[in-house]
């Protein structure tokens, strides 16, 4: 059985993403925004934090997948550094509104290479939006190779592990756990 460690229990997920949402009520006061969520990861976390923005927000959502297979933690445990070639991504779903000046508010699970960031903010910003920020619940800042990727609100900067729960995966499971816990599968 892979072994899970709370990193980030759900009520330190929860008074911070309230902390988060409060400082977007705050600086967006008046005004309309979209948030756009990255599949599948950004799911509960979007959900969450819009709730704590009480202003006239839409969402919409893009799908992306990375080339190539992303190691497993099992196969790469010291930080998966086979990821840092892959830096091709592809769109899924497209999102479905005009950005053409619109305050938009990336929202993403977690900033790690900074790839998928890099890339989706670049496609954005083709749509020429009033403006462009990045909430992003966790960070990776050891991992970043694109060192220009920056979110601007950032729930907590994590160590170089593999995480799952509250939306992150590993295979597409664990999503559905409530806290933020540190995967580690045991040697074969
Ligand atoms: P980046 O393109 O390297 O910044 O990676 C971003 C994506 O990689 C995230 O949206 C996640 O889907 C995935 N990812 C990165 N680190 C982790 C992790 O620790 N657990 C689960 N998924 C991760
Ligand atoms: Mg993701």
Request: glycine share 10%.
């Given at each position: 059985m892979p072994d899970l460690k709370v990193l980030l229990s759900r009520d330190q997920i929860a008074k911070r993403v309230a902390e988060m949402g409060e400082e977007i009520a705050r600086d967006y006061r008046g005004q309309s925004i979209i948030f756009i969520g990255?599949?599948?990861?950004a799911s509960i976390f979007l959900s969450d934090l819009a709730r704590h923005v009480p202003l006239d927000a839409t969402f919409d959502f893009i799908g992306i997948s990375s080339y190539g297979n992303r190691p497993t933690p099992k196969e790469d445990?010291?930080?998966?550094?086979?990821?840092?070639?892959?830096?091709e991504v592809r769109v899924t779903k497209d999102m479905d509104n005009s950005l053409a000046d619109r305050n938009v508010i990336l929202v993403e699970d977690i900033l790690d290479t900074g790839l998928t960031l890099n890339y989706i903010s670049k496609l954005v910003q083709a749509h020429q939006p009033k403006s462009l920020r990045i909430a992003a619940l966790?960070?990776?800042?050891?991992?970043?190779?694109?060192?220009?990727v920056k979110a601007d609100y950032v729930g907590f900067q994590i160590p170089n592990e593999f995480v799952v729960g509250y939306g992150l995966d590993y295979a597409e499971r664990y999503?559905?756990?409530k806290d933020v816990c540190v995967l580690s599968l045991p040697p074969s």
């Open positions: 990255v599949l599948k990861g445990p010291a930080g998966h550094a086979a990821w840092d070639s892959l830096g966790l960070d990776k800042p050891e991992r970043r190779i694109k060192k220009d999503r559905n756990l």
